[in-house]
Structure formats: C-alpha cells, structure tokens
C-alpha cells in the first residue's frame, strides 16, 4: 500500500458511472498500492467523501443523479482534497469548468490508464514532501503562508486556498524574484508541462483574486510578460 508520512495509506475516491471503466481504474490503482472506494453516481459521491475521506477524488464530468461540476462544487466549499477530472475528449468547456469550480487537474476520455496513474502517483507525491525541506512560515507584506499546517492569511484574515493553488503560491512565493514559465510551473505544481498552459493562467487569477488586495493591480503575483510569473 502507498502510505503518506505518517503510515497513513493513501485513499482515493474515484467517481465514474462506468462500470467498465470503474473496474480496470480500480485495479491499476490498487496494483500501485492505493486504497480505493469506487462509486457511480453524484449522490453516491458525496456520501462516500463524508465517510471514507479520501486524500484524493477521481471524479467524471458526466454522472447520473449529480454532475461531476456539482459534486466538484460542493466538496471545495467544505475541503481542499485535490480532485483530478475525467473530462469529455477536446470538450474545452469542461475543463475551463472544472479548474474554475477548483479541480486541481483533468484527463481528458479516452486516456492511457498508465497516465492516469501517473497523474494520481505526481500529486501523491507533492502532498507527501518531508519536513525539513521547505521552511515552516513564509512572510510577505501582510502575507503569511504556514507550510505545515497549509494556512494562508492576508493581513490576519485567513484565505482558503485548494490544494493545487496552495502548491503553486508555495512555488512562487518560495523563489522571490525569480521567473517562472508557464511550462516550468506545469513541471513543478502538476508534474509534467503537456497540458494546456491556460490552466497556470486560471489558477493564478484563483489565487490572485483571494491573495491581493487589489486583484486589479497585484503586489505578490506578477506577469512577465511573454514569460509567465514572478513573486514580488
């Protein structure tokens, strides 16, 4: 079984309403070493994530009772547990949805499972950083970002961040000054740089939009233009 630091094993929810499907991504998962609970409907989905509180949800787009966008919405008022979306193939529009409800990544139908897995073992792998390798408390102007406890507060009011946007500010924040390309940003936050660039463009608006006290005019996350993102 994968475990996180603690001996913890690492526990998937995976929401797809077919049954082919269900049964070869259960089976691949588990050969890695996760724990998986496999269901087939929105309703389902959210009674299984109260729970059997997964350290990550596998969630379709298309799925019978309540859509993944629904089910996506209402797990990221309560939980920043990262959620990868399975999206319709080429469907732009589910995948702009799906970052914007505040997925943390998405595989498009039909994908190699190889890939899938590899995606789900990437942001195991960012969730699961040994202390001592980053500092306990980042300090900037009013921002403060308390690494092991993952809180984030601008000027004493605390800011709820998902967990890919908390990785990508860590990222930033951590490297004040230096130029980040959007490819190097896909590297380092999502594990790989094949994805549509877009998707660092919509996470920083995220972020900018609960960080800044202007998200007009930002003091922390500027463009580069041309380039990609830099910490101020």
């Not at 089976?27 to 990550?56: I, K, T």
């Not at 990262?82 to 139908?109: F, N």
């Not at 990508?168 to 004040?176: H, I, K, M, W």
């Not at 000054?177 to 660039?197: I, P, Y």
């Amino acid at each position: 079984m994968v475990q996180g630091l603690q001996g913890t094993t690492r526990r998937i929810l995976l929401v797809d309403d077919e049954p082919s499907l269900q049964k070869m991504l259960v089976h691949a998962l588990e050969r890695e070493g996760f724990q998986v609970e496999a269901v087939g409907d929105g309703e389902a989905a959210l009674e299984a994530f109260n729970s059997y509180e997964p350290h990550l949800i596998i969630l379709d787009i298309m799925l019978p009772k309540l859509d993944g966008t629904e089910v996506c919405r209402r797990i990221r008022a309560q939980s920043d547990v990262p959620i990868l979306m399975l999206t319709a193939k080429d469907d732009e529009i589910d995948r702009v949805v799906g970052l914007e409800l505040g997925a943390d990544d998405y595989v498009t139908k039909p994908f190699a499972v190889r890939e899938l897995v590899a995606r789900v073992r990437a942001i195991m792998r960012r969730a699961q950083v040994p202390a001592g390798q980053r500092p306990d408390e980042l300090n900037y102007d009013g921002l403060k970002i308390n690494l092991p406890s993952r809180r984030v507060s601008v000027d004493g009011r605390e800011v709820d961040l998902t967990y890919t946007e908390f990785e990508l500010l860590v990222t930033l924040a951590s490297n004040p000054g230096k130029v980040f390309s959007r490819s190097a940003l896909l590297r380092r936050v999502w594990g790989d740089e094949f994805r549509d660039e877009r998707t660092v463009d919509v996470h920083i608006r995220h972020l900018r939009e609960k960080i800044e006290r202007d998200p007009r005019n930002p003091e922390f996350i500027h463009t580069a233009r041309g380039v990609g993102y830099v910490f101020r």
